[in-house]
């Protein structure tokens, strides 16, 4: 092998790497880290899976599942014996395949980890890499223990004992020949079969360590090492330790794309992309999420997927778009306006002034003192004479000559209109404001407003059309100016909307108006009774309506700037089959896409195109851009039923996963289900335009439903049959998933549709038939007695009713005539002679009184065999207390009383006692005295009555046993007591005396008897 040692032929080879001056700008990557839903920010590998799914393996949260949108993450607790993963690899026989940290292979099997190989030494070594060989064989790189070779049945080692250069392997590569490169901890080996062939850094490696193997176009072999880049032709190295000044120091990775390009991972200086000779630097500051790099990888529709130590993983979207900012030397991020002036320079209009770019860096122009605070520019233009016109924040206009800034507005003695478009034609300056068009002519201006026939006094751009004339966008439709009259185009004339923002031109002389509601079609430019207008909105599949600006690419379809991002239509394919697809394209990462600016739009002469955003100058090719790839697959994420997951277990004996991913059975739901979700998802990453779907039940209906952005599917009061769900992912140019998901099931009949249920009804049906007649027979014979019944039932109510009457005047009457006697007694008070006789008559009185109550409350009451006793003993003892109205005393009685109903047969005796304790405490209690306190308790615990009369009194003489025999009010109260079959006890002492009873309540009639 011949070694190049000579620096100069070294610096040659390596000149064109450095040649010519970079501009710095922002690189299309799309991050996902943790706060994503990456369960961790180091990744150390990456794999996509024959379904299409992408697998991270990262050092710390354990292995991910991605599809685009969600992580579905396996860890320890799904087999593998450590979080930190090193390897993931599916190889030729879909076998997945990943490594940990903690040593050992595992394989994922349905839906968890197993140990690969289970008591073998290899199960406690640490695997760095997999790589298959042609024949089928699995090749493990391993940390110290060299390389174990696995051909399906056992396994084998290679180490140092057999030639390695050393037990640490990091990568193995198979040439066409069938020798096996292999990159180790000291050098590079060669491998045929019998021996190893080493080469070391002493033999021209750039560095100790070799991490990666990667060939080229050429046939050449990159090799990442501890200190930079070797290149083999295989005889001789090339090294490479700085790049644009940078030294690569450790480089971990090397990824050569399906465009060709090599692409550098470093430790600590991010990504280095070696193309034709030339390289670009792509660090954190220009759209890197870290700068430290562990590997790169491609996925099958072309994206890098950048992996990081630190902060996720970068998908580089390519190379159709990118932005200048104030990395790249622009001070401004809104770019407000474009031109480009006849030197071919790049002028633009920011928010912070005027820049101009002439293809390496930007320049800002122009100082203006009395625009420091608001220093914005909203349109630029340019005379026939080479300068510049700039419109400025207060609409007034700036002149530029290449030197100096001077007022255009003063000059010309124009006035300052609210101001949308500054526009060159057939060498005038035409302006577009909200008070007309003015034509700036070489002395003064024309004015052009409604009168003169112009559609609208709001100007919003204009251009010169093909056919020489002047066509211009206005609020309130369009206008056509051949220089001597305006022809005009309004909403009553086709248009779909009055707001026309833009105008542009095909090659074959159609008309484009993008408006406040989408893009207009005017054929062959005819605006008359001969137009043919044909307009594109919402039902096109048009995500965003309000046009800033349309722009044509070579190949002749129509890009719509929107305040949310980019909209391809597909001009072409719909002039030749008439149907118009429409695409959208976010190209930012957040929100819902880049806001573009009025008018800011700038055709370049490679294909390309400069616009104008809020995010910065973006400099596009649609070239680059993949506009009919195929759709994504999609499939099916979860099922639920009455909107909770379905449980598999009531419906199946098992759940099968197929690499994670579920394989639904078929199964039949019950009736009684309201409704059935699908939950979806497309197999989509980091693209620019927004996936879509669409979903039909088959057996349910025969069309798909419109595309929507939804992931999920509800359907409810689905009918018994058989079903099948189907949906695919679209990105919204007219194709769908060539593979599509789909779930079968089926739903049970209710058990009122079943034929169980119809035999049922039947036997039920004839055997109520037979029951009935009898039934009937019987009822008939039953009517005739139920009739005599009634009628006796009738008699006897009328009978009880008559009683009823006639128990409550009886009541009444009763009450009536103890009245009389009331007042018989009262007459005979007033012919009593001593004070004994009167007395007794006025017991006798009240004792009459007391049963007159009775009587009283019982035929006002609703039922006659029970009062409110409560009420009754208020109301006596109010009647107590007045008649006893002893003058110089003052007797308090207090009450406690339950609400209690009784009976007459114990009201009358509770009645009669009432009154003859009351009574005798009130003659005889205060003797003596001029205050006192009578307390009266009427209390119901279960079906006992406790009915007390205390008095705070002198109290009973001592020989109350020999004086209560000749006591007609004692002998009462014990009569009466022995009537409620109660008990009475008397408390007396100095201080007062209490009588307390103690009887049953009686339950009252439910009815009166008959």
């Not at 007649?773 to 008559?802: C, G, H, N, P």
């Amino acid at each position: 092998m011949r070694l190049k040692t000579a620096f100069a032929i070294v610096l040659l080879s390596l000149a064109p790497c450095f040649a010519g001056t970079i501009i710095a700008q922002k690189f299309n990557f799309k991050v996902y880290s943790v706060n994503n839903g990456l369960p961790h920010g180091q990744v150390h590998d990456i794999e996509q899976t024959h379904d299409g799914f992408i697998w991270l393996a990262t050092l710390g949260g354990g292995l991910s599942r991605f599809d685009g949108t969600n992580f579905v993450t396996y860890s320890v607790k799904d087999g593998l014996n450590s979080d930190l993963v090193e390897v993931v690899h599916q190889d030729s026989r879909q076998r997945l395949w990943a490594s940990t940290e903690a040593g050992g292979l595992f394989r994922f099997e349905g839906n968890r980890f197993v140990e690969a190989f289970p008591g073998d030494s290899l199960q406690n070594t640490v695997v760095l890499n997999i790589k298959e060989l042609s024949n089928g064989d699995l090749w493990f790189a391993t940390y110290r223990s060299g390389i174990w070779i696995y051909d399906g049945d056992k396994l084998r080692r290679l180490s140092v004992d057999d030639g390695l250069p050393h037990q640490t392997v990091w990568d193995m590569w198979e040439r066409e020949d069938g020798t096996i490169l292999i990159a180790t901890h000291d050098g590079l080996s060669v491998y045929d079969g019998e021996r190893f062939t080493n080469y070391r850094q002493s033999d021209g490696l750039s560095g100790e360590r070799v991490f990666r193997i990667e060939e080229d176009d050429e046939g050449k072999f990159w090799l990442a090492t501890s200190d930079g880049i070797t290149i083999w032709d295989g005889s001789s190295f090339d090294t490479v330790h700085t790049i644009q000044d940078v030294d690569l120091n450790f480089v971990y990775y090397i990824k050569k794309s399906s465009d060709g390009r090599m692409w550098i991972g470093t430790e600590h200086e991010g990504v280095f992309i070696h193309d034709n000779g030339n390289y670009r630097h792509i660090t954190k500051q220009y759209g890197l999420s870290s700068d430290h790099i562990y590997s790169i990888f491609e996925d099958r529709d072309g994206n890098i997927w950048v992996a990081t130590d630190e902060n996720g993983v970068n998908i580089f979207q390519g190379d159709s778009y990118r932005f200048y900012g104030k990395e790249s030397g622009l001070e401004s991020e809104e770019v407000l306006s474009l031109h480009r002036a006849s030197d071919n320079t790049l002028w633009l209009g920011t928010y912070e002034g005027i820049f101009s770019y002439d293809g390496k860096r930007f320049r800002r122009h122009g100082s203006f003192d009395e625009y420091s605070e608001s220093p914005e520019i909203w349109d630029i233009a340019e005379l026939p004479n080479g300068h510049l016109l700039f419109l400025m924040p207060d609409n007034a206009i700036y002149e530029f000559d290449g030197t100096t800034f001077s007022s255009y507005t003063k000059r010309m003695r124009l006035e300052t209109w609210y101001t949308f478009d500054l526009f060159v034609y057939n060498n005038h300056l035409w302006i577009g404001t909200d008070e007309g068009l003015i034509e700036v002519l070489d002395s003064g201006y024309r004015h052009y407003k409604p009168a003169d026939g112009l559609v609208s006094n709001v100007i919003r751009s204009m251009h010169k059309g093909s056919d020489g004339n002047l066509w211009i966008a206005t609020y309130n439709g369009l206008s056509v100016y051949d220089g001597n009259e305006f022809r005009n185009l309004r909403l009553g004339d086709g248009l779909s909307h009055s707001e026309i923002n833009y105008i542009t031109e095909d090659n074959a002389g159609n008309v484009w108006l993008g408006t406040g509601g989408g893009v207009t079609l005017l054929q062959d430019g005819e605006i008359g009774e001969e137009a043919h207008i044909v307009n594109f909105g919402r039902e096109d599949g048009m995500k965003l309506f309000d046009t800033q600006f349309l722009w044509f690419d070579e190949s002749g379809d129509l890009w719509q700037g929107t305040n949310a991002g980019l909209q391809l239509l597909n001009v072409s394919a719909y002039l030749q089959g008439g149907e118009m697809a429409i695409t959208h394209y976010a190209l930012v990462n957040e929100g819902i896409g880049v806001e573009t600016n009025h008018k800011a739009i700038l055709p370049g002469e490679d294909g390309k195109a400069y616009m104008g955003t809020m995010n910065g100058l973006l400099d596009f090719d649609p070239r680059a851009l993949v506009k009919n790839e195929k759709a994504p697959d999609v499939y099916l994420t979860n099922i639920l039923e009455n909107s909770k997951l379905v449980d598999w277990g009531d419906h199946a004996d098992t759940l099968s996963f197929e690499l994670g991913v579920p394989k639904f059975p078929k199964v039949t739901f019950p009736y009684s289900n309201q409704s059935l979700t699908f939950a979806y998802s497309g197999l989509s990453f980091g693209h620019t335009k927004d996936l879509e779907y669409r979903y039909k039940l088959e057996g349910f209906e025969e069309e798909w439903m419109p595309a929507t952005e939804a992931r999920t599917a509800t359907y409810t009061n689905i009918p018994p049959g058989d079903y099948t769900f189907k949906v695919e992912a679209g990105t919204g140019n007219g194709q769908w998933s060539t593979r599509e998901a789909g779930y079968s099931f089926s739903i049970d009949y209710p058990y009122w549709q079943s034929y169980w249920f119809y035999l049922l009804v039947t036997a039920t049906v004839l055997g109520a038939g037979y029951f009935y007649t009898r039934f009937r027979l019987q009822s008939l014979e039953k009517s005739k007695l139920k009739q005599l019944v009634d009628e006796q039932t009738e008699d006897l109510q009328i009978a009880l009713k008559e009683k009823e009457t006639l128990l409550s005047e009886i009541h009444h009457r009763v009450k009536n005539n103890l009245a009389v006697i009331t007042g018989l007694l009262e007459l005979q008070m007033e012919y009593s002679e001593d004070e004994y006789s009167t007395r007794t008559l006025k017991e006798s009185q009240r004792r009459v009184q007391s049963i007159a109550m009775i009587h009283e409350k019982l035929y006002q009451n609703d039922r006659l065999s029970e009062i409110d006793f409560r009420k009754y003993v208020e109301e006596l003892l109010e009647i107590l207390s007045y008649s006893f109205n002893i003058q110089n005393k003052k007797i308090d009685i207090s009450k406690n009383i339950d609400d209690i109903n009784l009976t007459i047969d114990q009201s009358i005796p509770c009645g009669l006692i009432l009154n003859e304790l009351v009574s005798n405490a009130f003659e005889h209690a205060f003797n003596g005295r001029k205050e006192g306190d009578i307390l009266v308790e009427f209390k119901k615990a279960g079906p006992k009555i406790f009915f007390s009369v205390a008095d705070d009194g002198c109290g009973l003489p001592d020989d109350i046993d020999e004086k209560k025999k000749d006591s007609l009010g004692i002998t009462l109260v014990e009569t009466l007591t022995l009537q409620l079959h109660g008990d009475l006890d008397i408390q007396s002492n100095g201080e007062g005396t209490i009588f307390t009873i103690i009887f049953e309540q009686e339950k009252p009639y439910e009815k009166l008897p008959v």
